[in-house]
Structure formats: C-alpha cells, structure tokens
Nanobody, 127 residues
C-alpha cells in the first residue's frame, strides 16, 4: 500500500516562493509516475504537474508552466513542488498522487487515473 503525506503549505503574499514536499511510504515509489493536483473551493480538482519514474520527464499545466518545478528524490522517497511567483489564483489545497498500477509509467493528467492520494496541504496566496 502506497501512502503519501504532503507538507509545506502556508499563507504567503503574492510573488512569494514556496516548496511543497510529499513523503511516501511503501516499496514501489521509484516505479511510479508522481503528480501534484490542486483544488480550490467550488472548483474541480486540477492537474498541476507530473514527473516520470526517472525524474527526467515532466509535464505541467499551462497555468503554472515557467513558475512551478516538480522534482523527485527516489533515494528519499520524496517528491517536491517548487512554486515561484505565486499568485492569488494559486490558492488551493495541493494534493500529491500516484497513478494506479496499470498507468504507473505514464504522465497522466486525469484525477480518475490516480489511485493513491495524500491528505492535502493548504496554500493561500493573499496580500
């Protein structure tokens, strides 16, 4: 069973930077694509970024490209999301996720393709 725990979310001002972490447990971390999603109040869960097993292939939502960077450290069983130039519209609960086994090597962007989720960490960007 894969377990994911996000941390690092907090209140920041527009233009600030923040790094989120997702610590994983289980014995299959290095075999999985990993991703970050976010969900604002009243909105659908939105894809943010994904990273392949080797940490070399990445995919980003257009809304965060050139501002956010996803990375992973397989030796530490941890995935990160570096967020720069934060905007109020980035305010959301951010979730770490891993896809179901059949899609574990794919950079998928649909929430229904992900079987493992963390509890979420709140990021608030406000003046």
């Amino acid at each position: 069973q894969v377990q994911l725990v996000e941390s690092g979310g907090r209140l920041v001002q527009p233009g600030a930077s923040l790094r989120l972490s997702c610590a994983t447990s289980g014995r299959t971390f290095s075999t999985y694509t990993m991703a970050w999603f976010r969900q604002a109040p009243g909105k659908d869960r939105e894809f943010v970024a994904a990273i392949g097993r080797r940490g070399l292939s990445t995919r980003y939502a257009d809304s965060v490209k050139d501002r956010f960077t996803i990375s992973r450290d397989n030796a530490k069983n941890t995935v990160y999301l570096q967020m720069n130039s934060l905007k109020p519209e980035d305010t959301a609960v951010y979730y770490c996720a891993a896809p179901r086994a059949a899609l574990q090597t794919m950079l998928v962007v649909t929430p229904n393709d992900y079987a493992y989720w963390g509890q979420g960490t709140q990021v608030t960007v406000s003046s």
